[in-house]
């Protein structure tokens, strides 16, 4: 097998399964260990993973601000989206952490459901205070403008008062033995507080986001319950965390 043939594969299989490990590979492509680790070299230098001990996991994406996230992808965040109101009703309290995804489903909060939305990003708070009978709390701190939300120690002391029925969690990146990571470290505290605080976390997330990995942990996949994302995500993957107890829609 030539090395183009057998790095092929090597990217396939970390799409597909999240990560790769030399000593399954080396069987996998009948080649020894030492060529393994020489193909995940050379992937790893050119930008196409990155090495870990005992195999590769996929390459952090590159950080998009998030005006320009809001942009993109809007019929698959739209479809997301009324998967996610499905969970929604009356009277209840809802966390909603800022990410694009979420934006489209803020928007889609249908006008005569009251409920009470906490929130630490503007965007969002602005389209839900188009709902008539939503009430919206905005949760204080530092603004991060890339992400557009405020962060720091001070939104998540505030977060900390409050107890939500829901917690829609933005996603930068999951998997499903790292958990979930981001590649901002001013978004750890008030994201996990969120979590830590809310009864049932949910997540709209892309597919790209799925089996990926980013620099700071904010929890295990174990603390969240439900991942909604598109439905032609490979059903090895979906798998994965079905394993780990999450619904997957």
Known sequence: ??????????????????????????????????????????LDQKGLLKRVFGGAIPLERPVINFFDREAADVELKQRMAQKALGFLEAEQLVAIDG???????????PNGLK?????????????CSMKEQVDVIVLGGRLLKDSMLNVGEAAA????????????????????????TIPYPEEVSIKRQLIQSSSR??????????NTVSRYRVSGIE???????????PEEMAADYRNKGLDFL
């Open 99 to 109: 990410s694009s995804s979420n934006l489209q489903f803020a928007k889609n909060i």
């Open 115 to 127: 409920l009470t939305v906490l929130t630490n990003s503007y965007s969002i708070a602005h389209a």
């Open 201 to 210: 976390v949910i997540s709209l997330v892309s597919p790209i986001k799925l």
């Open 157 to 180: 002391a505030q977060a900390a008062e409050y107890h939500p029925d829901l917690c829609f969690m933005g996603v930068y990146a999951i998997h499903p033995e790292y958990g979930m």
């Open 1 to 42: 097998m030539l090395k183009e043939e057998r790095q092929s594969i090597i990217l396939n299989k970390l799409h597909t399964s999240g990560k790769v490990v030399v000593s399954r590979l080396a069987v996998e492509l009948n080649v020894s260990e030492d060529t393994v680790r020489r193909d995940l070299l050379d």
């Open 223 to 233: 603390a969240f319950t439900t991942l909604i994302t598109d439905d032609d995500v």
